[in-house]
């Protein structure tokens, strides 16, 4: 990696003791280095407590070999990551520990997509102290180590998981990059607003403003407030934008059974449905109940029919239906933190923060949402969920709704090429409008001829 000696070079002259002028406080020589005890500004840098250049230049060697080990072919993911804890727990590094959450049981490929992400890069800096950046002191807020799943989790997931030798984890794998494309398009959105420009080198560099957390805190007076300058980082780091990212990628793809659609589609102009398509062949049966609340002359009533869909399309909306357990929500990007100027930079003694998950975030919903229930089944093999139409602040339901919609552009109107299971097979509740389930059944008869 050609960055290292670069970096080592620039944080060791960066690492310095300050000039004669401006004696750090209760700061002692020894025989190897100034050992700093309490953070110093140098014009460039703050340096944090037990953090000399020996320190510093001590850590980047051992990242270094860490960054090395997780791109080699016999990478040991837990061992890996236990070294990281050690890692962020000796001196130079404790400031940056409570924006890392390290999974109990991680994987190399886990690994290396966080390192991609530029986790390393976020610790090199980490190792020289608090940087300056346009103007004023930042900490550095590495991208996420990718989370473990809960047992739910994994339980939801456990009959979609394929081995590598496996042919049907083909097609999946181009469903789950299609998912992380149009996931880092909204992320692209959502960090564009954080994007300062540095005044000395004009790179561009992510930004958390310092009042980010008092802001977020205002809102509630029994929210908890930051004492400490790490449970101060774990606050901003909750502040920071999060992207949405497969946890686990080895899935297959479901190709048989039913998928069922039924709801509420529109806001003003509502169409209650019942959508049922067959995996294998893309048969698709349709009733739809229109009803304009709005624009004088619009269309309505019952509308029913049948046809086929493009089953590769259609097993894309199965799949992003069973697969969302997997879904994680993770920074992959760095940031930095603006440091308010009467935050403490001293480290507490016991190190102890609370996590990201203690300072809240908002969820918002918009009125003209509606639910979409949702029913994949195949034999015994049962799924059901529900998403939000048309667009929802959870990315996976937008682009799965997306998805639906492409999908049904598609649609060719027709007979339909396999044979609708009985309604007690499809789930459809005994509460739907009895108009629109005998419209529905009404479609039995359109099946093309010579399909049993």
């Given amino acids: 990696m050609t960055r290292w000696p670069l970096a080592i070079t620039l944080l060791a002259a960066c690492g310095q003791p300050p000039p004669p002028q401006q004696p750090p406080q209760h700061s002692v020589s020894t025989p190897d280095a100034q050992v700093i005890d309490a953070p110093i500004v140098d014009g460039t840098r703050t340096l944090l407590p037990g953090c000399t250049q020996r320190e510093s230049e001590a850590r980047l060697r051992e990242l270094e070999d860490i960054s090395a080990r997780v791109q080699g072919a016999t990478a040991d993911a837990r061992l890996i ?125 992510l930004e958390i403003p310092a009042r980010a957390c008092a802001e977020w805190l205002s809102r509630d007076p029994d929210a908890p407030r930051p004492k400490t300058y790490e449970a101060w980082v774990s606050c901003m780091t909750s502040r920071v934008p999060r992207n949405t990212r497969f946890a686990v990628r080895d899935l297959r793809a479901p190709t048989k059974g039913w998928l069922v659609l039924r709801g509420h589609r529109g806001h003003y102009a509502v169409a209650d449905e019942i959508r049922a398509y ?137 007979c339909a090429p396999a044979k609708l299971p009985h309604r007690k097979q499809l789930e459809i509740p005994a509460t739907t409008d009895p108009a629109l389930v005998r419209a529905f059944d009404g479609l039995r008869t359109a099946t093309c001829k010579g399909v049993r």
């Fill in 81 to 205: 990551v236990d070294e990281l804890r050690l890692f962020v727990d000796k001196p130079c590094m404790r400031h940056v520990r409570p924006a890392i959450a390290f999974p109990t049981e991680p994987t190399i490929a886990q690994l290396r997509l966080a390192f991609a992400w530029g986790f390393d890069s976020a610790l090199i800096e980490a190792a020289g102290g608090l940087e300056q950046k346009h103007g004023h002191a930042v900490q550095v807020l590495p991208p996420s180590l990718v989370p473990d799943l809960g047992a739910q989790e994994k339980a939801a997931i456990a009959a979609l998981r394929c081995t590598a030798t496996d042919g049907s984890c083909g097609p999946a794998a181009s469903y789950v990059m299609r998912a992380e494309g149009a996931f880092d398009a909204r992320y692209a959105i959502e960090i564009a607003s954080h994007q300062s420009r540095s005044d000395d080198s004009y790179s561009i560099h």
């Fill in 278 to 414: 067959d995996l294998a062949t893309g048969a698709a049966y349709v009733a739809s109940n229109f009803q304009g609340l709005v624009s004088p002359g619009t269309p309505t009533g019952m509308s029913a029919f049948t046809g086929r869909v493009d089953p590769g399309q259609l097993r894309e909306v199965a799949f992003m239906l069973r697969a969302r357990p997997a879904l994680v929500r993770v920074r992959t990007r760095i940031f930095y933190a603006e440091i308010p100027e009467s935050l403490s930079l001293a480290l507490s003694k016991d190190g102890a923060f609370p996590g990201e998950e203690e300072w809240g975030r908002v969820v918002m919903r918009s009125s003209d949402e509606t639910t979409i229930h949702a029913l994949l089944r195949d034999g015994n093999d049962r799924y059901e969920g529900t998403f939000t139409w048309p667009e929802s602040f959870w990315w996976p339901d937008t682009h799965l709704v997306d998805l639906v919609e492409i999908m049904e552009a598609g649609l060719v109107r027709g």
